[in-house]
């Protein structure tokens, strides 16, 4: 298991660091997605991994705690991804409203703002895409 | 008063002042220096009135907790070196005050000067009276600062600038070796104290760490008093008016590195290192200092080069090793700094009423201010240690100690060669002095005509002769208790007999004396007009040597060094940039594990096979290649693909015991591909048909082949470290703590949700904010979203249905639409309480299975969009309002309330409450204001993902409405 869930871990960053440094910002908020599971799954390894132990307490009724109950190792790395888990959903959402925003402004979707053989833009000199650059609003 | 108090008063009062003048208005010149005066007059008294207990065999103390968990308190602390200290501080400070009233021009804004001036009083009043190496680095530091401020005081003066500038790199730089310094003595003592720190000299000096403590606390020292090499900073400081140079340059600023060094003498002084670093620059410093005072014609050039030499003189004492050395130190600091001190008050009266400073063009003033002629020639016979003055006793025991030096190295041999030499300097410059200014001719086309100044501006240097007189015939009634005092603070037991008797017989320093003395008046005979006329102004044989210009380079260098550094790994550009990041943390990493040993295969736990789950992350793996191989030409397929590996990593939560995750992940994973599907409609069309230009395909491949490269690498040593660690043995951490104690102290099963709401709370908390933060960010991003004009259409499909429509009899645009979604309509309408209902479920059961506010927000969350979806946004919001903003709020709200109701019961912030209640009919339920928290984080996960995705989506219907309506406006101005 250890294995398999390395390579995953393994194939998954490998795609994300690929998707993130292509040159357009789909494809990095793509790769983004990708690394963060990545690094979710290698948190949550860094607990090790127990198949069919999760970690809740006395299955039964009563107050009884299942004290000879099998438990996952290390439960703070599972608070830890869960709240991740949150947080790169948030950074996804931020960053594709920030794509979109970026797409409008500079009229490319290139990562840098602009095409890469337009060559550098003279200062002033207005982009292609938008009459006004760097105005965001009209 | 008690004594402390008093101490503390005296200490406390410079910076109030301070702040009073600072609050003054600009012209008010009276009133500031009145509150300048007050003040400095009332801490000396304070100071001076304390003396029968400094004197005495334990200080005066007062003190107060600072940083309790490091141990280090404020202590103010005076014995009787700092009560000398003290003193010059402050009674030169009160004789500076009065003569910068007059001093200063009514044009100026004077207020603010000494508003800096009550400042750096403060400040070495903290360095003198620090009872704590820490806060003795604070205050020393604060000098810098403020040095900074007088020394550019005349701001529009470029070198003034320049001046403050340099002073501040070179002072403020030794005050970060010297807090370095402090923290190693303060390691090896145990303790920052000062007391501390004196008690354990021997275990300092036989530290492995007290050579690298020595020099650090020696580059702080030696760069404020301004030793070679640093002492660059001393003459350029001279563009600060002349008031400030006399207070910053004889008793103040230069004197704290000397009373550092005087002060931490018992702890670091009586090693051969100490000897050599400390004898050697103050022997190098006197040498140069004295031999380029000779050669300026500025009169305040020349006093600054004095000043060098004659800290130079007192560092090499105390670079002696000798206790009789070091009260020679203290002795010849007071004396300096009287003579200095109104040596540089009569250069400003001189610069005040004639216009200039360059002794070339003055001459015979002494016919228009022989008041003020004869003080400057009685400071000046101090300074070359003419009998009967201060500054010839300090000299003679000088000279006593630079014979009684023996040793073997030619240093030590040269040494009363070298002091003589360097005393007839002192007599060369000071006679050029007197005789270029006061005699000879009258002087011809000076600025003004030269006059004797106001009564008040002279009554300062009056009072400094007078004690330069005094000391010099009646040492023993005058300085004599005090110096005792002193010289016992530092020394202690070891306190050497000593007489400050004039008269000593015939003796090797007498005869230097007045070997120095013929020497000097001959030199100056033989080479006086030479000097004068020397073309090129600097000294002879040093013209070479220029410090500033050395600085001037070195900086300049860094600046260019910076900027090359940044030219060759900074960019503009993202992708190289990340690829430079990447690189790095592989090497760091690489690094790391080599150094480290790391062994990626050693066998150890494992969990057994299963072939299941391998097919799964074959399916993953496919999933996430696929998607790095169509991101670019086919997004949709991209986004179902990256979900896919998504839902394969919820799997993976569920299958290895974290099912909390995998409900999390998966409902997450829901609302991340509807906001990436929502988002695509905005971006160009991109076809792989469109072919790149020849130029740019083999670039492009390249950089392909090297990003290849660079992923492959990444994930594979991710890849291996992961498997590393999980092949190890379970740490034995603080896991095992939360899973015994989730159930009787937060009375909850679920033991992630228990450290999220409740053990962890504070954090979770924080992430709330993050997420509100980022969907009001995203928000307000999109109210001034501006699309590109490419994507403002209508897409094709949408257009083609809605022709369609218009085209037939009895049918509106969108009824195709409608008529496709009539299915999906249904079921989600149908779907929505049940999904509510889930919702609920999964906040009320989170405690004690897997569940929780977050879930359960983003399944509320879930049952709005899928609303959205189905019937488009105007539909859904005529029928349901959400207000996400609001539900951001009550959110936060509820969660800071939940935390906060813990203070009804004096706990703690976010101090979780547990009971059990037997309602009738429902039998015992848990009452946990975790659960209230837990609602909170619902509340505003509902708000923040539900204002995310409702903004993006009205965004298609906001926009195709402005381009159609300015579209119609359009045709019927072409109508009309």
């Known amino acids: 298991m250890e294995l398999v869930l390395s390579a995953g871990i393994g194939i998954l960053s490998a795609a994300g660091v690929w998707l993130i440094l292509r040159p357009r910002t789909f494809q990095v908020v793509l790769g983004l997605s990708l690394l963060s599971y990545a690094v979710n799954l290698f948190i949550f390894a860094m607990g090790r991994l127990t198949v069919g132990a999760p970690p809740v307490l006395g299955a039964g009724a009563g107050t009884a705690i299942g004290t000879d109950n099998v438990f996952v190792d290390d439960p703070v790395t599972q608070a830890l991804v869960l709240t991740a888990v949150v947080i790169s959903f948030a950074l996804t959402a931020l960053f594709l409203v920030v794509l979109l925003a970026a797409r409008g402004v500079t009229g490319s979707d290139h990562v840098d703002g602009q095409e890469p053989h337009q060559g550098e833009p003279h200062p002033g000199e207005p982009h292609p895409g938008n009459p006004h650059p760097g105005k965001l609003h009209p | 008063m008690p004594p402390h108090l008093l101490l503390a008063l005296a200490a406390i009062l410079p910076f109030l002042g301070s702040v009073v003048a600072l609050c003054l208005p600009g012209h008010a010149r009276n009133a500031a220096a009145g509150v300048a005066g007050l003040v400095t007059v009332t801490s000396l008294a304070c100071i001076g009135g304390l003396y029968p207990l400094a004197a005495g065999s334990a200080p005066v103390v007062w003190a107060v907790d600072w940083l309790p968990s490091l141990g280090v308190r404020l202590v103010l602390r005076l014995d009787g070196l700092a009560w000398i200290f003290a003193i010059l501080v402050l009674g030169i400070g009160a004789l500076v005050v009065l003569y910068a009233r007059y001093y200063m021009a009514a044009a100026d804004p004077v207020p603010r000067l000494f508003c800096y001036l009550l400042a750096f009083v403060g400040a070495m009043l903290g360095i003198v009276l620090s009872g704590n190496l820490i806060q003795l680095v604070v205050f020393w530091e604060l000098t810098s600062v403020v040095s900074f401020l007088l020394i550019g005081y005349w701001s529009d003066n470029a070198s003034a600038r320049d001046g403050a500038r340099m002073a501040l790199t070179i002072t403020a730089a030794g005050g970060l070796c010297l807090l370095v310094g402090a923290v190693l003595i303060g390691r090896i003592a145990g303790s920052y104290e000062l007391d501390a720190v004196l008690a354990s000299g021997p275990a300092i000096r036989e530290s492995p760490l007290y050579l690298p403590a020595l020099v650090l606390i020696l580059a702080g020292a030696l760069t404020k008093s301004a030793q070679l090499p640093f002492h660059i900073w001393l003459p350029r400081a001279m563009a600060a008016p002349t008031p400030i140079s006399a207070y910053l340059h004889s008793a103040t600023m230069v004197k704290a590195g000397i009373f550092l060094m005087i ?122 240690g003419v009998p009967l003055l201060n500054g010839f006793l300090s000299k003679e025991m000088f000279l006593a100690e630079a014979v009684d030096n023996t040793g073997d190295h030619w240093l030590n041999l040269a040494l009363p060669v070298l002091a003589t030499l360097a005393s007839a300097f002192t007599v060369l410059y000071s006679l050029r002095f007197i005789r270029q200014t006061f005699f000879g001719p009258p002087p011809h086309d000076l600025p003004h005509a030269p006059h004797e100044p106001v009564r008040w501006m002279r009554i300062p240097i009056e009072a400094l002769v007078l004690a330069c007189v005094a000391i010099g015939l009646v040492p023993n009634l005058t300085i004599g208790p005090a110096l005792a005092g002193a010289a016992r603070a530092v020394l202690g037991d070891r306190t050497p007999d000593y007489d400050l008797a004039i008269w000593h017989g015939f003796n090797a320093p007498l005869a230097m004396s007045v070997l120095a003395l013929a020497g000097g008046v001959a030199l100056y005979g033989v080479f006086g007009r030479r000097i004068d006329t020397n073309p090129r102004g600097g000294p002879w044989l040093m013209h070479r040597l220029d410090g500033g210009w050395l600085f001037e380079r070195g900086m300049t260098g860094l600046v260019k060094g910076a900027r090359a550094l940044e030219a060759r790994l900074g960019t503009e550009r993202l992708q190289p940039q990340l690829r430079i990041l990447f690189l790095a943390a592989l090497v760091a990493a690489t690094a790391t594990g080599v150094v480290r040993g790391l062994d990626l295969l050693a066998p150890g736990r494992s969990t057994a096979f299963d072939p299941a789950f391998a097919l799964m992350w074959l399916v993953g793996a496919a999933c996430a290649v696929g998607a790095a191989e169509r991101a670019k030409y086919h997004r949709l397929s991209a986004v179902i693909l990256v979900g896919g590996a998504g839902l394969v990593s919820s799997l993976t939560f569920l299958w290895l015991s974290a099912p909390d995750l995998a409900v999390t992940q998966i409902l997450v994973e829901i609302v991340t591909s509807v906001m990436l599907l929502l988002g695509l409609r905005w971006l160009p069309k991109r076809d792989a048909a469109i072919p790149a230009p020849a130029s740019e395909r083999a670039r492009a491949r390249r950089r392909r082949i090297v990003d290849l490269v660079v992923a492959v690498v990444a994930g594979a040593s991710l890849a291996g470290l992961a498997y590393a660690v999980m092949t190890r043995p379970a740490v034995d951490g603080i896991g095992r703590w939360f899973v015994e104690e989730a159930y009787p102290q937060a009375g909850g099963r679920n033991v ?87 919702a609920l479920h999964l906040f009320l059961r989170g405690h004690d299975l897997p569940g929780g506010g977050f879930a359960a927000g983003i399944a509320l969350t879930v049952a709005f969009m899928l609303q959205y979806m189905a019937w488009g946004a105007a539909w859904v919001e005529e029928r349901l309002r959400i207000q996400p903003i609001a539900w951001i709020g009550l959110g936060l709200l509820v969660a800071v309330l939940a935390g906060a109701g813990s203070w009804l019961a004096g706990r703690p912030f976010l101090t979780a409450y547990f009971a059990y209640w037997h309602p009738p009919l429902l039998g015992k339920v848990p009452v946990a204001s975790a659960l209230v928290f837990d609602l909170g984080i619902m509340i505003l996960v509902v708000g923040a993902s539900a204002l995310m995705l409702v903004a993006l989506a009205h965004q298609s219907v906001r926009r ?17």
């Open chain 2, 752 to 838: 992630v949700n228990v450290l999220l709401v409740d053990f962890r709370a504070f954090d979770t908390l924080g992430e709330i904010c993050v997420l509100g933060i980022v969907g009001l960010t995203v928000f307000a991003l999109l109210r001034r979203f501006r699309p590109a004009p490419d994507t403002l259409e209508r897409p094709a499909q949408q257009r083609r249905h809605d022709a369609d429509d218009r085209g037939r009899e009895g049918r509106e645009p969108g009824h195709t639409a409608a008529d496709a979604l009539l299915v999906p309509r249904l079921v989600t309408t149908w779907l929505f309480p049940f999904i509510v209902l889930l």
């Open chain 2, 960 to 976: 195709t409405r402005v381009a159609e309506a300015e579209a119609e406006r359009a045709a019927e101005r072409d109508i009309a």
């Open chain 2, 263 to 384: 002060r931490l003498w018992p702890v670091l002084a009586g090693t051969e290192s100490w000897y050599w670093i400390v004898g050697t620059a103050g022997m190098a410093t006197m040498l140069v200092g004295s031999w380029s005072a000779i050669f300026q014609h500025d009169l305040k050039g020349l006093l600054a080069y004095s000043t060098i030499s004659h800290l130079g003189l007192i560092t090499l004492l105390l670079g002696l090793n000798s206790p009789l050395a070091v009260v020679a130190a203290i002795f010849h600091t007071v004396n300096h700094a009287t003579f200095k001190a109104s040596l540089f008050m009569a250069a400003g009266i001189i610069d005040h009423e004639t216009g200039t400073r360059d002794m070339r063009r003055l001459s015979g003033l002494w016919r228009a201010m022989p008041y003020t002629g004869t003080l400057a020639m009685v400071a000046a016979a101090a300074m070359a």
